[in-house]
């Protein structure tokens, strides 16, 4: 048999070779969407003879674009896979407008304004008008808005309370200022590249199928980009589960996949019943969790895998002691399973970033490595945020915002008050920033009153921007070369000697920072990793113009790459040997062999704020359903100082309760065996048992803190002890504590 269809099943092979124009595999987690998806892919270039740039793979995240990626270039060869139009939507309609938008009035150069970039517009707009609207939100009903399609205009023309006033203002400034700037935000690419599409179907008059992956979290906008990019051949693959959309705060609409339906008449649906991911246990128990929705339509799924080891629903004293706990566990099984599991089979997944903290800290106490996905970005570190504002002040000196953030740092003398008031002089006159202290370089005095040393200052920035932009697009015809142009600036600015003098303790920190970035910068322009392609994969369609990819486009395809890795993802290569900590919406279509869930108690998960309680049932469910053969799941009695808490309602029913056991795993010889079968791996020989059993033993006494003497017999333990913050050494054996 060909190999792309080797090792599926029989439902997943008839949706890789379907006929069927429009088809939707709609299936359970586990059951090898993304697998089918990814396989059909290769199958149209392989069997349908489709040429890579004939197909449009649309994916949730970046890591799973590159991921999807690898395994396609597995079955059709190496190079093919980079000529696919794959990657998130977001990158997809970058791609396109890039390519084409100057038919509809886009210039080449757009820049990517993201999250932070919006609320400082937002923000300045609103204290300049001393409004006293929360910049957040503004900024999330603007994106609301515009998710749905709803211009600032049109939003006028609807609303008529005098109280949405401010916020009309506010939605209609924030738009000026980013055609302004020539700054597309996240929603505007897509709607950007809805309107090309609907102008000049011609630039996807080559696009011959059209494949998404958790189509259950597409929004309206999405659902329009879809059809239009498969408007002339209307071929589409959708795969999805609706029990796991967990977008609605982004307005993903669950009904686009009744819509479709209606849509496309002729649609065909398959089915996938076989979890191929979790243990039947784990499966369960999480069956158990989201059939407490009521509205939903009941859907079979068996694990083809044994019954295996039940959830541990474990309650504890506070998080400190919680975050010890799951420290304890991970030691504990990586010691009793001889070398079968390393850190990277660990994930910890939370409701919302915050929850890490207190197992960030325990982690890095007890010297495990882990990495944050869905933390706080690297590109959002004060140091790297300097950098990349020089790099996008010199792409595009209109950046406004990011000039404002710079003129200035290192210091060139330009007090705030002067910054400011050259501002507001700008913006009177209807000019920008740049514009303004380049005239006043070029010796046009602005109004604002300006000092000599300041004037020296600016004259030094102007210079710096205007050799580097000389670098950026050099008159000899060379490429430029991002690393030079880093360089030039880092050294210009003195970076390093600036971050040693302002942050003395740990200034070596944040120059290695500065060094990843430099680093990232040279492999994202060249790696293939789901939206770095080269743009010219799109092809050259009669009656519409089209831009080449030139070498001065680096940087900005390096910027734009910056602003798409979202909020959700890390940049930096994996490295092995990792604890994953990531929130529960970005492990989506991820799986690890072992996963722990903190803090399930009612205001954390269903969330406090949350008003659909459906919506973040489904989220423990895609949070539950990672897990490949353990899944632990723990309720702090307190969380920080906050007031007591109770188990999430989610867990509480007995239907749940049954499948659950509360002291955790005893790692016995089953187990382990078990645990090699659901992973694939050699069991280890060498475990002795006896001799893991007492240590099972040991741990299951109660917590106390140790005296010294215990602690230097413990060297070796698994990690329950660790240094104090004030020096001295503090150590914990665990304490029954009462479930009630
Ligand atoms: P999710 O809804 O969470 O995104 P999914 O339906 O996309 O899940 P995949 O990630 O594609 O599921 O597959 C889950 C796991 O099962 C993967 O490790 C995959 O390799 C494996 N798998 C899928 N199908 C098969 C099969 N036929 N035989 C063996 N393993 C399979
Ligand atoms: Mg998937």
């Not at 910049?135 to 399609?149: E, F, N, W």
């Amino acid at each position: 048999m060909d190999a792309l269809l080797e090792g599926l099943n029989a439902a997943q092979r008839s949706a890789v070779t379907s006929p069927a124009s429009v088809l939707q595999v709609l299936a359970p987690p586990g059951s090898g969407k993304t697998k089918t998806l990814t396989a059909r892919v290769a199958y149209l270039i392989n069997h349908e003879r489709l040429q890579p740039w004939n197909i449009v793979v649309c994916t949730f995240t970046i890591k799973a674009a590159r991921e999807m990626k690898e395994r396609i270039r597995g079955f059709v060869g190496d190079g093919i896979e980079a000529k696919l139009i794959l990657g998130t939507f977001h990158s997809v309609a970058r791609r396109f407008l890039i390519r084409y938008g100057q038919e509809i009035g886009i210039d080449k150069n757009f820049g990517i304004a993201d999250t932070t970039d919006s609320k400082a517009i937002i923000k300045r707009i609103i204290t300049r008008h001393q409004y006293t609207i929360d910049p957040s939100q503004a900024r999330s009903r603007i994106s609301g808005l515009k998710a749905r399609g709803t211009t600032a205009e049109q939003f006028a023309a609807t609303s008529k309370k005098a109280d949405q006033h401010e916020f009309m203002s506010i939605y209609t400034e924030y738009e000026d200022t980013l055609r302004a700037c020539n700054q597309l935000d996240y929603d505007d690419l897509l709607l950007r590249c809805t309107e090309l599409l609907q102008k000049h179907p011609a630039c996807v008059s080559t696009i011959q199928a059209v494949l998404i992956d958790e189509y259950q979290d597409t929004n309206n906008v999405q659902y329009e980009l879809m059809t239009l990019m498969a408007q002339w051949m209307k071929r589409i693959t959708i795969v999805g589960d609706p029990d796991q959309s967990i977008y609605s705060f982004r307005a993903a609409e669950i009904k686009n996949l009744l819509r479709m339906r209606s849509d496309y008449p002729d649609s065909i649906v398959i089915n996938l019943e076989m979890n191929y991911r979790s243990s039947d246990c784990i499966l369960r128990s999480a069956m158990a969790v989201i059939e407490q929705d009521q509205g939903r339509l009941n859907k079979e799924m068996r694990s083809t895998h044994g019954f295996g080891e039940r959830p541990t629903l474990r309650h504890l004293a506070t998080n400190q002691v919680e975050a010890q706990w799951i420290v304890e566990e991970i030691c504990r099984s990586k010691t009793l399973t001889a070398g079968l599991l390393g850190f990277n089979d660990f994930a910890i997944l939370v409701r919302s970033a915050s929850l890490s903290l207190s197992i960030e800290r325990a982690l890095g106490k007890a010297g495990i490595p882990y990495r944050m996905v869905g933390g706080r970005r690297f590109f959002d570190r004060a140091e790297i945020k300097i950098v990349l504002d020089y790099l996008r002040v010199i792409n595009q000196p209109e950046h406004n915002d990011a000039l404002t953030r710079i003129i200035n740092v290192p210091t060139r003398k330009i007090g705030e008050v002067t910054v400011k008031a050259l501002l507001e002089e700008a913006e009177t006159k209807k000019i920008t920033l740049w514009n303004l202290i380049l005239g006043c370089a070029r010796g046009k005095p602005p109004q604002t009153k300006i000092s000599p040393q300041a004037q020296r200052g600016l004259d030094t920035f102007v210079n710096l921007i205007l050799t580097s932009r000389r670098k950026l697009i050099p008159e000899d015809g060379e490429e430029c070369h991002l690393l030079d142009l880093i360089s030039h600036v880092l050294q210009k600015i003195s970076f390093q000697n600036y971050l040693r003098v302002t942050h003395k303790d740990n200034w070596e920190d944040r120059w290695a920072n500065v060094e990843e970035l430099v680093a990232q910068a040279t492999q994202m322009v060249s790696i293939t990793d789901g939206y770095a392609d080269s743009d010219d994969v799109l092809p050259e369609v009669e009656g519409v113009e089209q831009r080449k990819d030139t070498s001065a486009d680096t940087l900005s395809k390096f910027l734009a790459n910056v602003a798409l890795s979202t909020e959700m993802e890390r940049p930096d290569g994996e490295k092995p040997e990792q604890v994953t900590i990531s929130t529960i919406h970005a492990a989506k279509g991820l799986e690890w062999p072992i996963v722990f869930i903190p803090a399930v108690y009612d205001g954390s998960i269903p969330h406090s704020r949350a008003e659909d309680h459906d919506e973040e049932r489904r989220l423990l469910y895609v949070g539950m359903t990672r897990a490949q053969a353990l899944l632990y799941m723990s309720c702090p009695a307190k969380q920080s100082a906050q007031d007591e808490t109770t188990l999430s309602k989610f867990l509480t029913p007995k239907k749940v309760q049954d499948l659950l056991m509360l002291q955790g795993p005893s790692f016995k010889s089953d187990l382990v065996q078990d645990l090699s079968r659901i992973l694939r791996r050699p069991c280890p020989s060498t475990i002795d048992f006896n001799k893991a059993q007492g240590l099972v033993e040991r741990i299951e006494d109660d917590w106390y803190p140790l005296s010294r003497k215990e602690i230097d017999g413990e060297e070796g333990s698994w990690g329950a002890s660790y240094d104090r913050d004030d020096g001295s050494k503090n150590a914990f054996k665990r304490r029954k504590v009462e479930t009630s």
